[in-house]
């Protein structure tokens, strides 16, 4: 079964920084796209960023400018640098395909909070 683990987040104030990380039990290389998502307390998951097999990239307008989708195929890792956080950006972070079709995983928690 393919596996996607998440790693990487913790508590952080308002405008610092993190850096998700996404291990894969599978060549990325192979997958068409990828992404992160998360979900915040009370609100329905949501797509934040999206890679692609061939590199090109999408951003939730949200993080568009802060946030950074990139792979390691080497590494079969996938990341999210993550700049200016907020503290709507506070949620649980999880990777998958996209779309969606591996089962979710426990996720990593971000929280930004003074």
């Known amino acids: 079964q393919v596996q996607l683990v998440e790693s990487g987040g913790g508590l952080v104030q308002p405008g610092g920084s993190l850096r998700l990380s996404c291990a894969a039990s599978v060549r990325i290389?192979?997958?068409y796209a990828m992404g992160w998502y998360r979900q915040?307390?009370?609100?329905q998951r949501e797509s934040v960023a999206t890679i692609t097999r061939g590199g090109s990239t999408n951003y939730a307008d949200s993080v568009k400018g802060?946030?950074?989708?990139s792979r390691d195929n080497?590494?079969?890792t996938m990341y999210l640098q993550?700049?200016?956080l907020?503290?709507?950006d506070t949620a649980v972070y999880y990777c998958n395909t996209k779309p969606s079709l591996m089962s979710w995983g426990q996720g990593?928690?971000?929280t930004v909070s003074s």
């Open 29 to 31: 290389s192979s997958i």
């Open 40 to 43: 915040a307390p009370g609100k």
């Open 66 to 69: 802060r946030f950074t989708i």
């Open 74 to 76: 080497a590494k079969n």
């Open 82 to 84: 993550m700049n200016s």
């Open 86 to 88: 907020k503290p709507e």
């Open 108 to 110: 990593t928690q971000v």
